[in-house]
């Protein structure tokens, strides 16, 4: 199975992203067209070749006329949803501005559907997006894992001011995805548009084997002295049971006789607000015959800390168990569908005989069921039914 890896060892963004592309193998024709696809025939696309420390990189640059600063989420999906994409590109597309309405909305207070998106709504952020997941189709591309992020550090002048780096609708796009501050003075390495393509299209880590085919740099916009500002794609083939991507996690745990449920409750909404892996809750009986509750929480190695202290400060547990675990995970991949005028995520994983199974995901379905007054199971199969059709 054909699959790319992410190597953002200085960030990513979308023009980073496509330029890497070129570097293993998109023909440079079909990007330069790409513009016209979109019904965009005043945009011109520009590749070359740059250096970024000592190592060649394709940079790629739109030429733009002047446009709206920014747009709403609804023009957006419109314009992709009109273009010429193939059927599944326009609804990762889709799924991938959603995401960014999403973490936009979730910051500022708003609904998805009322974000005015502004550097990742204009023209060249939506050609970055859909020319991505595009030529990743057109490599031939079945899966796409994504490394170590570095984000960078300082902090970015953005359309709400002054922002921290990674900026807060970044960061919340990049939860559950390994990162690292730095290096010194970089300022920002990962923009809204690189951390929605790695939310969407990453189905994990890279996988402990695999074969590489080609790989190639594509360049960001900043030119640091001693050390290459670019993304490095890797094309790699895997056999199909190595796309059973197998995790190192931790299991923490810890039992509790002495909380009423309502609080044990509360405190485990608030580790599930910090973004583990998950979270149990399991009767026991503890010494002397009295009942209790075991939480254990299954997280990232380098999120064992926070979770330990959690753990110690939302219970009442004295006392918190570590233990190294493994877990095999199938390779995975999230779609968007339309049902009744209304979006449904889709996942779907690869089971290790090579069949697939779909699931749509239950709170979109409860919601376009609660809109358009049909019952949940109504709306689950018909996203069951346009998932097959992608």
């Known amino acids: 199975m054909r699959i790319a890896i992410l190597d953002p060892f200085s960030g990513i963004s979308g023009d980073m992203t496509l330029g890497a592309l070129l570097g293993v193998g998109l023909d440079h024709a ?3 067209a790409l513009p016209a696809r979109l019904e965009l025939d005043d945009v011109k696309v520009e590749i ?21 600063h920014g747009r709403h989420i609804k023009e957006i999906r419109e314009l992709v949803a009109a273009s010429g994409a193939p059927e599944q590109v326009r609804a990762t597309a889709d799924a991938t501005f959603m995401a960014i309405a999403e973490a936009e909305g979730a910051i500022h207070g708003e609904s998805p559907e009322k974000v005015h998106l502004h550097e990742v709504g204009s023209v060249d952020a939506i050609l970055d997006v859909v020319g991505v997941i595009w030529g990743l189709a057109e490599l031939g591309v079945k899966e796409v894992r994504c490394g170590l992020l570095r984000t960078g550090d300082g902090t970015v002048r953005a359309a709400h ?10 960061l919340k796009l990049l939860e559950g995805h390994r990162i690292s501050p730095g290096p010194e003075g970089a300022g920002e390495l990962v923009t809204p548009t690189g951390a929605a393509l790695v939310r969407v299209l990453s189905a994990g880590d890279p996988p402990e084997i695999y074969t590489p085919v080609k790989s190639g740099f594509g360049a960001g916009t900043k030119d640091f002295v001693g050390r290459a500002n670019a993304l490095r794609i890797i094309l790699a083939d895997v056999d199909r049971v190595c796309a059973e991507h197998r995790e190192r996690l931790t299991m923490l745990s810890c039992d509790i006789d002495d909380m009423s449920p309502e609080y044990l409750a509360a405190a485990c909404d608030r580790i599930r607000g910090a973004s583990p892996l998950d979270v149990y809750l399991t009767a026991t009986v503890m010494k002397k015959g009295r009942a209790g509750t075991r939480i254990e929480v299954l997280c990232r190695p380098e999120q064992a800390n926070l979770f330990e202290q959690m753990l110690l400060t939302e219970t009442t547990s004295i006392g918190v168990r570590r233990a190294d675990v493994s877990r095999l995970a199938l390779a995975r991949s999230e779609s968007t569908v339309d049902v009744l005028g209304h979006s449904v995520r889709v996942k779907r994983v690869t089971l290790p005989d090579g069949a697939m199974r779909t699931k749509p995901e239950f709170d979109d379905v409860s919601r376009a069921a609660l809109a358009t007054g049909r019952q949940c199971a109504d709306i689950y199969q018909l996203a069951l039914d346009a998932a097959e059709r992608l």
Request: net charge positive; proline share 18%; hydrophobic share 45%.
């Open 161 to 170: 001011g002054l922002l921290p780096v990674p900026a807060p609708a970044t």
């Open 30 to 32: 079909w990007l330069q």
């Open 48 to 68: 070359r070749e740059v250096l970024r420390g000592d190592l060649v990189c394709w940079k790629v640059d739109f030429r733009i006329p002047p446009q709206p």
